[in-house]
């Protein structure tokens, strides 16, 4: 399976940007779909990931409320809408896809780094004035 994140760039801080993950010739039907993000210098964490199985959802605690992920279906796309974004939201995202689990229990540890199957190439988030 190949992902493909996009989306990323040079942004004020208090801006916003969506990040897209897309397959080609291969449907997010079944799998847990996740958010990456590495910064310099530090280990890549979880931000946010979604089931395909109930659309429940997980955030980091550093980006609750300011971030949202969403699916379409349609587009075999997934989204993460990125608002009042900080300095300290800078670093390379990736997207990431494991087989699906419900994240009404135990988010944290399903969207976890360790159970992710396929990775896409990362896209670079700047917030910067």
């Known amino acids: 399976v190949q992902l493909q994140a996009s989306g990323g760039g040079l942004v004020q801080p208090g801006g916003s940007l969506r990040l897209s993950c897309t397959t080609s010739g291969h449907t997010l039907d079944y799998y847990t779909i996740a958010w990456f993000r590495q910064a310099p210098g530090k280990e890549r964490e979880a931000v946010s990931c979604i089931s395909s199985s109930d659309d429940s959802t997980y955030y980091d605690d550093s980006v609750k409320g300011r971030f949202r992920i969403s699916r379409d279906n349609s587009k075999n796309t997934v989204y993460l809408q990125m608002n009042s974004l900080k300095p300290e939201d800078t670093a390379v995202y990736y997207c990431?896809?494991?087989?699906?689990?419900?994240?009404?229990?135990?988010?944290?540890?399903?969207?976890?780094?360790?159970?992710?199957?396929?990775w896409g190439k990362g896209t670079q988030v700047t917030v910067s004035s």
């Open positions: 990431a896809i494991r087989p699906d689990i419900s994240l009404v229990i135990a988010a944290r540890a399903v969207c976890a780094e360790h159970g992710m199957n396929y």
